[in-house]
């Protein structure tokens, strides 16, 4: 099996006396999605925060592409390849929505740090740009102040700058939320693909796109991976259906 | 430097340093609920030092004056709030700071036209006139211990108001969660007046009471208010406590820096260098102990929320 | 195409132009002494307008650059008349281009160290602790006597720049007018660079900014560092004007005023401090014409200004929309 991409190591957080993450144990590899599944307020955002470094775990060890990331800061673990969406859409809202996936590119493609050359004459910033949010289905929309576009449409932002980031891994935080039944296949056929080019950690609510998706599924219940396994062996584990079936049912 | 002078200062520092709480107490109580940045509250520290200058002049009594004071810079306040400020609760930091300052243009020139620009004088009252003796010989101005009291009644008083009572439990759920305790039914509209008018209260009566010692006139709050910005950031925006240590922090170091640092640096420098570099290091010496709190705690020493 | 506020902006550059020019000429000195007034605070507030325009940086500690750069002028001046060197045998200049250079560098040091500390922070604690930082420059030029203490600092004779006589008042109005247009220009392509973006963002939602990749906390170093250089430029400028420095350069009444400069003009926009700068001085002169009270309907007006018409003077000519 291929060396894992983004391991986590038996992180822990607490908040107060709640133990949001409680010694989390998982790992991402090449080439698959593995969705992160749990009731609300079983920590799964806490968990990606972590991951992505705007939450500091209180124990634990998180390793990217082969390096400890834990002491690095939320921009240098982006600069490295960790591309993330926000659960409630997080974008410049005086932005358009092309300038959002343009900062993005300008992170990646060099220095942020250029004092005089227009951005919006800049074809190495527009164009890479405009082709993330031709995937991401936007492109028609590129010039709209995102504070104009709705929730789905914001999604769809997210899901380019993650694009335009190049990123090595990804870490999506319920990208379906809030985008009605037609965009939400139209983005499981989208992140079907998506995964050749750099694998997935998803976090999502809409099961039928976590079961078409996912190779791997873990269960995160009061802050504890309950189980970790394939969309079968996670279908049929008791633990997981007393969890589910006693909180959804 | 003899033990009495070492002690004269250190009370004079405390002295100081009850006075910034006094204003600070205010401020971080109305940033702590209302989540407002005020810079009018140096204007109402003002009106408190006028109210009790007047009325202590007509009336002949200071007592009399210092309950002017408050009850003058409650209803300033009180009118600020509903006149101008509580359009400013949903705003940004910037238009309160813009708006707050455009009141301290009106307020200082208001008072200026009203009493023009030569100092009103306060005398201080003749029970309070007395000095007492202190251990090493020498004697300490009875009103600066009165100070020093006030501030520690105003300290428990608080405590008392914020931990025991209803007002108290409103206040501590205003700053937790502005509409859980509006969907209570508390109403909040007259919570916010309240608590900026008490806020004022506490800052007029600090004016008062400073109006003694020093001259009473215009532009006399400002000064007062940065210095009480800094015990706040140190103490921690929101925090009664904070505001109290940061406050005696803020007063102790001041004063006794202007006083130690001169005498300390005539070890190495002859006497007028000392005085001078001395001098100038200690003004600047509240400030580098904010910078080195920042550093180390940026929410400052009692973070408000967690 | 043209759009209205550029329209609006040329018309306001040709203005401030040509009325000292016209007031020179109809012998009315005292008209030119006060456009060049506004230019060199449309300057200051140029500087501020990058850290809290495209930054949302809101400094309550511009005066603190500012007097850097007068006290930059006025030290070096003194130390050039008395012909005492300044220090390690260094001599003192008259010369502008060399004061301005050290101004801009000291200007840029100060705001670098006093960004250090205060951007570690955000909100009401940045604007207490900016305000405590020039707080902290004021009384200690108070207390240092060698520069003239509370008293400030005399420039008897206004510096020299090469081929001007700086004395004339319509030639050191153009100097500060072509400063000004200098510091427009640059304020309007560091706005529209990748750095630029990356500033504007910042102000926006910063999480979303380190999560690209891009470390917001030195974006905003960067740019307090480069707004206080403008300022201390401007804070030189107005030394020569008044050819005196005091601590009142350093007060928190004068960071006050640079705020308000830009409130009134309008936040971010590349006239915004220019309008508001001109507004502001027109204001004081009009209004202290009428009534020795001038500052108490300054504060009605501005109170008003706040409450009723945000958005800044080019808000209401331009509608809302921001550029960017």
Redesign the interface.
């Known amino acids: 099996m291929a060396e894992a991409i983004l391991a986590i190591d038996e992180l822990v957080k607490n908040f ?1 006396a709640l133990r949001a993450t409680d010694h989390v144990t998982l790992d991402l590899k090449p080439g698959e999605i593995h969705a992160l599944i749990g009731p609300n307020g079983a920590g799964k955002t806490t968990l990606i925060s972590q991951i ?3 939450i500091r775990p209180d124990r634990g060890r998180i390793s990217f592409d082969g390096r400890d990331v834990g002491a690095l ?4 673990r ?2 490295l390849g960790l591309g ?1 969406t ?1 659960q409630v859409s ?6 358009s929505a092309l ?2 996936v ?3 590119v ?3 493609s060099g ?10 004459r ?1 074809r190495s ?1 527009i164009e890479p740009a405009m082709a993330a949010l031709e995937r991401a289905g936007l492109a028609e929309r590129a010039n709209v102040t995102v504070a104009e576009l709705s929730h789905g449409e914001r999604r769809q932002v997210e899901i380019a ?1 993650a694009l335009a ?1 190049k990123s090595k891994a990804f870490l999506l935080d319920e990208p379906m939320a809030g985008m009605g039944p037609e965009g939400s296949s139209r983005l499981t056929g989208f992140l079907d693909g998506l995964r050749e080019e750099a694998p997935i950690l998803l976090v999502e609510h809409d099961m039928n796109a976590v079961f078409a998706l996912a190779d791997r599924i873990s269960v995160l219940v009061y802050g504890r991976v309950i189980a970790t396994g394939t969309v079968d062996e996670i279908r049929s584990d008791p633990e997981v259906r007393r969890a589910y079936l006693g909180d959804e049912a | 430097m003899t033990l009495a002078l070492f002690l004269e200062q250190l009370l004079n520092g405390l002295q100081f340093g009850v006075m910034l709480f006094l204003m600070a107490a205010g401020l971080t109580l109305i940033f702590g609920v209302m989540g407002l940045i005020n810079l009018a509250h140096g204007s109402l520290y003002m009106v408190g030092a006028f109210a009790c200058a007047v009325v202590a002049a007509w009336t002949g009594s200071f007592w009399l004056g210092l309950v002017a004071s408050m009850a003058a810079a409650a209803a300033a306040g009180a009118i600020i709030e509903l006149a101008v400020i509580r359009r400013l609760y949903a705003r940004d930091h910037l238009d309160q700071v813009l708006a707050t300052f455009a009141l301290i243009l009106i307020m200082s020139e208001g008072t200026r036209w009203l009493f023009g620009s030569v100092p009103l004088y306060l005398d201080i009252p003749p029970l309070l006139q007395g000095t007492v003796p202190l251990p090493g010989g020498s004697r300490y101005q009875l009103y600066r211990l009165a100070i020093i009291g006030v501030g520690v009644a105003v300290a428990v008083g608080l405590y008392l108001l914020i931990s025991k009572t209803r007002l108290g439990m409103r206040i501590r759920a205003g700053e937790n969660d502005r509409e859980m305790i509006a969907a209570l039914g508390v109403d909040v509209a007259t919570l916010y007046t309240l608590v900026f008018a008490l806020g004022a209260a506490l800052a007029g009566l600090a004016g008062a009471m400073v109006g003694a010692i020093q001259s009473v006139q215009v532009g006399m709050g400002e000064p007062v208010l940065i210095l009480a910005f800094v015990v706040i950031v140190i103490g921690g925006i929101g925090s009664i406590r904070g505001a109290l240590i940061g406050a005696v922090l803020v007063g102790v170091t001041d004063t006794m820096g202007r006083f130690l640092l001169p005498q300390m640096l005539t070890l190495f420098l002859p006497p007028s260098q000392a005085a001078l570099i001395g001098g100038a290091v200690a003004s600047m010496l509240i400030y580098l102990l904010m910078a080195v709190v920042l550093a180390v705690r940026p929410r400052g020493l009692f973070p408000a929320q967690a | 195409m043209m759009t209205r506020e550029t329209a609006f902006n040329i018309v306001i550059a040709l203005l401030l132009l040509a009325a000292p020019i016209a007031a020179n000429y109809a012998g009315e000195t005292f008209y030119v002494t006060l456009a060049t007034r506004i230019a060199i605070l449309s300057l200051a507030a140029v500087g501020l307008n990058i850290a809290l325009g495209l930054g949302g940086l809101v400094s309550f500690g511009h005066a603190a650059f500012f007097g850097v750069g007068g006290y930059a002028a006025g030290i070096l001046a003194s130390h050039a008349f008395a012909g005492t060197p300044l220090i390690f045998g260094l001599p003192g200049t008259q010369q502008m281009p060399v004061i301005w250079i050290v101004a801009v560098l000291f200007g840029g040091f100060a705001a670098f160290l006093i960004g250090l500390i205060t951007l570690r922070t955000a909100g009401v604690y940045f604007i207490m602790i900016t305000l405590a930082f020039a707080q902290m420059i004021f009384y200690f030029a108070i207390s240092w006597p060698a520069y003239g203490g509370e008293d400030g600092l005399p420039i008897y004779v206004r510096n020299q720049f090469p081929g001007l006589n700086t004395l004339n008042p319509l030639s050191y109005f153009l100097l500060c007018y072509a400063l000004l247009g200098l510091a427009l220009l640059l304020f309007r392509l560091l706005a529209d660079s990748r750095f630029g973006a990356a500033l504007q963002a910042t102000r926006q939602n910063d999480v979303r900014v380190a999560s690209v990749g891009i470390p917001p906390y030195r974006v905003r170093l960067i740019a307090f560092t480069i707004s206080g250089m403008f300022t201390a430029l401007a804070g030189a400028l107005f030394a020569d004007l008044n050819r005196f420095v005091s601590p009142s350069m350093l007060s928190w009444q004068m960071s006050g005023e640079l705020i308000v400069l830009i409130i009134l003009g309008g936040v971010g926009r590349l006239f915004g401090p220019v309008v508001g700068a001109a507004l502001y001085v027109l204001l004081e002169f009009w209004l202290g014409g009428i009534t020795e009270r001038w500052q108490f309907f300054l504060g009605l007006i501005l109170l008003g200004v706040v409450l009723f018409a945000r958005g800044g003077v080019i808000g209401l000519v331009a509608g809302r929309a921001r550029h960017g």
């Open positions: 107060g992505a470094g705007t800061s939320v921009a240098q982006a600069r993330r926000f997080s974008l410049a809202l005086e932005f300038r959002n343009m900062l993005a300008q992170a990646v220095s942020s740090f250029r004092f005089f050359r227009p951005v919006m800049d910033l700058i980031m």
